[in-house]
C-alpha cells in the first residue's frame, strides 16, 4: 500500500522522484511534497474543521477531567489510522500522555515524535474571541472574523484563534494530517514512528520525568523530534537541538494583619508592596542581569559553533522591535544570543488594591511570581539553593506556608517562598549527529532553503525528561508563527503555517533517513 | 427651653454643676455629662437603630447618585432638628456638602463642625458581611454576629460593621445623637452651630476647596471641629491642630504591545514588571526614606512645643506591633514622630496574572498607585515638579494617555502619571489659641483626664480647605476606635466608641467658652 521513499534519498533525488507515469507541468505534481500539497489543497476546509474540533475541547493544564477529555480524543484519531496507542500516567489522577506506535514493515529506525496537547491559562483579559470556540480571522493587524466554512478560497494569512493552536495542538494536528497525506498519496513512512503527546507541559512537567522512567522503553526512539515552540521570526524554517531548563517560584511577603490608613501609618508599618519590589529588584535589574551570587557560576562559555550558528541566523530584531512597539532591548543586541544564558523573569508582582478601588492603604501582602531559564550546566536544585541563600542573606525569614503570629513577631522579614511543582534542567543535544543531519536535510527539501539552525531554543519543554533520560538525538522541530500569542489571550495559528507544517512532517514521515 | 450652662464652667464647676433637685446617688445624674450618659442609655437601641439606618446607605464616593441620596437623608434629620439646612455643591454635578446651622439665642461664637459621610470603595476582600447591611458583633479578635434588637443589654465592646461606621458617619451619629440627649435633659448649647458634612473626602475633595471658596460666609465659624481619623491607640481622648496634606499619583509602564513568551524573550524584552519595581524603588527605600532628590528641603524642623507634644504621648508600639504581627517598623520607633515629615506611600502595585492564571510570560504593561502626605511648608504642585523631575532624570519619558506606538518607539522608557484629581496641603492650627484650650478643657472635663494632644494627624482631610481658607482655629476631635479598619475591609465602630462620642460631643456643644 505504501510507496516507500528509497532508503538513499537526498534532495536532488527526491526532487527528481516522480511517481510512475507522472506528466511534466503542474498537473504533475509527482514529488511527495507536491503531492502532500495537492492533497491538502484539496481537503483544507476538512483539515481546519478537524483542527478547530481539537482546539475546541477545552485543555487548561490544571483542570485534569479537560485535560483527560482531550488525551481520549486524541487516542481515538491515532487509532482510526492504524496506530497502536496507550495513555501513560506517571500515577492515577495524574495527567496522561498519550503513546501511539507504528511499526512500518522495513523500516529500520524509530523516531519518537513529542508534541503536549495540554494549553496555558485562559483568563488572561483582552481575548477577542472565546478561548474554546475557534475562531478563524482575517490576517493582522485586522484581524476580522471570517466566514472559512462558506469562502471560496482559505486565506493562507487567516489564523484561527483559540487557546492551543500555536503551543501546541498546531504540530499535533500537523502530524495527524501529515499521515493523512501521505497515505493518500501511496507513500510509506520511511521510519517506525511513536508519538509522545503530554498533558502536562503548561504546569512544568511535574509528573513527567516519573512517567518517561516508567515507560522508557515504550517511548525510546532513535532520534527524538520535539514539536513545540514557534518557528523563528523571520518565517523561515528553523530546527533546535535543545531548550532551556526551567525553576520558577511565587513569592510573598507580609506586612500588617489588617490594612492600615497609610495616613497614619505610612511612616512606620512596614509596606509589602515596597518590599516585595525591593526584593525582585534584589535579584535582577532593569538590563536582565540576573543579581544573585553564583548564578552564573555554572553557566558553560558559549562553543565556537553554537556563535557561528547563532551569527548565521537573519536579523529579526529591527523588526521585532517595531512590532512589539519596544524602544529598546534588554540585554545583548541578539535575541538568540540571550538563550547561552540564564533568563530571570517577573511574571508577575501584585499588592494592594488597584483602579476604582485603590484604597489609600498598607497592604498586608503582596507577592510575585519568577521563573528562571536555566542553561546546560545549571541545576534547579543549585538555583533554588543560590536563590534562598541570598534572600537569607539579606535578612528574608523563609517559610513554606502562611506564617502565624509568634512567626512573624519574631521575624521582621518574612517571605513565603513556593517552587512550582514543574522544572526541569536544560537540554542539548549535538548539531552534527547523523540523525540530526538528516532532518536538517529533510526540512531544506521540503522548504526549498538550508534549514536556520537553533543550539537551543529559550523556552523549556517536557522533552527534556524524554531527552535527558534517553540520550538519544534529538532535534526541535516547530510549525507555529512566532507571534502565535502563545501563552497569552489571542493565541492563534496562521493557516500558512498550518499548510507549512504539515509538508514537513510529510517530508520527515516519508524521507527521513541516516 | 434650653438650661444653658454658665459661660464660665470648668472641670470642676462642670462637674458640682446639678440639675435644680437632683439627689445624691446614682440616680441624681445631675452633671451634663450624667444627664447626656442617661439619656444614651434610655434610647441605646434607638441610636443604633438610627445609626444602622445611615449606615445602609451605599456611600462609596466615586458613586455620586448615593452620595447625593445620603445627603439629603442626612439634610433631613438636621431638618427635623430645628437646624437650617443647604446642599453646597461646587457646581452641577459634583457631590454635595449638607450644611446646616442652628443660632443659640445669646451665643457669641459660633463653632464649624466639620464631618464626611462618603466613604471609601467596598471591594476589598474578606469582608465578613456586607458593607451596606449594617452587622453587629462581638468584641474582637471573635467578631460573631449577635441579635442587638433582642439583647438585654449593648456590649460596650460590640462593634457595628459597615463601611463608613468609623470612616467618618460616626461623627455624625455622635454629635446628632449628642444634639438630641442635650435636647432631652433641656442643656442649651453654648454656641452657634455650624455643621459642614462633605461628601467626597474619599476621592481627594477635588472639588471642596471650591466649594468652600464659593460659600465662605456661610461656613465661616470662630472654631472648626474637625471629626474624622480615629482616637489615639491608647483608646485615650486626643486632639490634634491639623492634617497632613495630600497628593497622589497612577503610574504605568509599558512592555512589548502583546505579551511575549518569557521563555523566548525574557532575555531581551523589556519587562514591564520589572520597570515598575525599580520605579517604585528609585522613589523609596523600604525604611520609608524618600529619595527624590528635594523632597525634605520645604520640611519645617520641629519646634520645641510639637516635640514635647509628641513626647508625652503614651507609648502604643509595642501594642501595636503585636497586634498588627509585625517583627519591626519602619523609620523612628514612635509613630506620630513620622507624621512630622512627608511620607510616600506605594498604595498598588501590579503587573501579570496572578496565581492560577499566571503565564510564564512577559506582561504588556504594570502599573502603581502612590500617595505622599505632606507636611506644613509643602505644596502638592511642589512634590509633583519634584516627582517628575526625579523621574525624567531617571530616563523615564512621561506620558499623559496610553502612548502611541510612535511614542513608544521613540522613547525606550515611558510611564504614564495620572495624578488624583484630589490633593491638598497641610493644615495645622496653634495649640495654643483661646479656642484650642476651651476645646482641651471641655474634653478634658468629659473625660476626666487631660487629653492628648498631637501637633498633627497622620492623614489627611477635605476640612484643609476650609481652614486653609477661613484661617480660624482648627481642633480635631475624632471618636471612631483605632482599630475600626477604615480604607479596609471590616470597617467597623465600637460601640463604646460611639457612647463616648456622644458624651465628648455633648460637652462640645454644651460648655465650649473662650
Known sequence: MYGRLSRRANASTVKRRRAPGARAGAAQAASPRDQVRAWRQAHEKQIVGDFATLLSKPNVATTLADVDANAVYIQGLLETRGFTTRLLRAAPGTPASVFAELKVPGAKRTVTFYAHYDGQPISQKGWISTPFEPSMRTALPEAKPVDWKDAARLDPDWRLFARGAGDDKGSIQALISAFDALKAAG???????????????????????????????????????????????????????????????????????????????????????????????????????????????????????????????????????????????????????????????????????????????????????????????????????????????????????????????????????????????????????????????SISRTAGYPVLKLPFMGGSSGMAEIVN??????????????????????????????????EVYAGLLADLDW
Open 187 to 441: 507513500i510509506k513512512p520511511s521510519v517506525n514512528i511513536k508519538l509522545l503527546y503530554e498533558g502536562e507541559e503548561e504546569q512544568g512537567s511535574p509528573h513527567f520525568a516519573s512517567l518517561v522512567a516508567q515507560n522508557l522503553e515504550t517511548v525510546r526512539g532513535d532520534l527524538l523530534i520535539m514539536g513545540d515552540g514557534p518557528m523563528h521570526q523571520s518565517g523561515k524554517q528553523e530546527i533546535n537541538f535543545g531548550n532551556r531548563g526551567f525553576v520558577g517560584f511565587r513569592a510573598v511577603v507580609y506586612g500588617p494583619l489588617k490594612p492600615l490608613h497609610d495616613g497614619h501609618y505610612g511612616s512606620w508599618a512596614p509596606s509589602p508592596t515596597v518590599m516585595i519590589s525591593s526584593l525582585v529588584m534584589s535579584l535582577r535589574d532593569e538590563d536582565g542581569k540576573i543579581l544573585i551570587p553564583g548564578i552564573y557560576d555554572d553557566v558553560r562559555p558559549v562553543s565556537a559553533s553554537d556563535k557561528a550558528a547563532l551569527a548565521a541566523l537573519p536579523d529579526v530584531e529591527t523588526d521585532l522591535k517595531k512590532a512589539m512597539g519596544l524602544g529598546r532591548n534588554v540585554g545583548g543586541p541578539r535575541l538568540a544570543d540571550g538563550y547561552m544564558r540564564p533568563t530571570l523573569n517577573i511574571r508577575a508582582i501584585h499588592g494592594g488594591d488597584d483602579g476604582p478601588n485603590a484604597a489609600n492603604a498598607i497592604a498586608t501582602e503582596a507577592n510575585a511570581s519568577l521563573d528562571f531559564r536555566l542553561v546546560p550546566g545549571e541545576t534547579p536544585a543549585r538555583v533554588r539553593q543560590l536563590t534562598e541563600a541570598w534572600l537569607t542573606r539579606q535578612g528574608w525569614f523563609i517559610v513554606r506556608g502562611t506564617p502565624d503570629l509568634a512567626t512573624r513577631l519574631a521575624h521582621p522579614k518574612i517571605v513565603r517562598i513556593d517552587w512550582d511543582a514543574g522544572e526541569s534542567i536544560a537540554t542539548e543535544s549535538a548539531m552534527d549527529s547523523p540523525a540530526a543531519k538528516a532532518v536538517a536535510a
Open 469 to 502: 533520560q534517553l540520550k538519544a538525538p534529538m532535534v526541535g522541530v516547530a510549525i507555529a508563527n512566532y507571534d502565535d500569542n502563545q501563552h497569552a489571550q489571542n493565541e492563534n495559528l496562521r493557516l500558512g503555517n498550518l499548510w507549512d507544517g504539515i
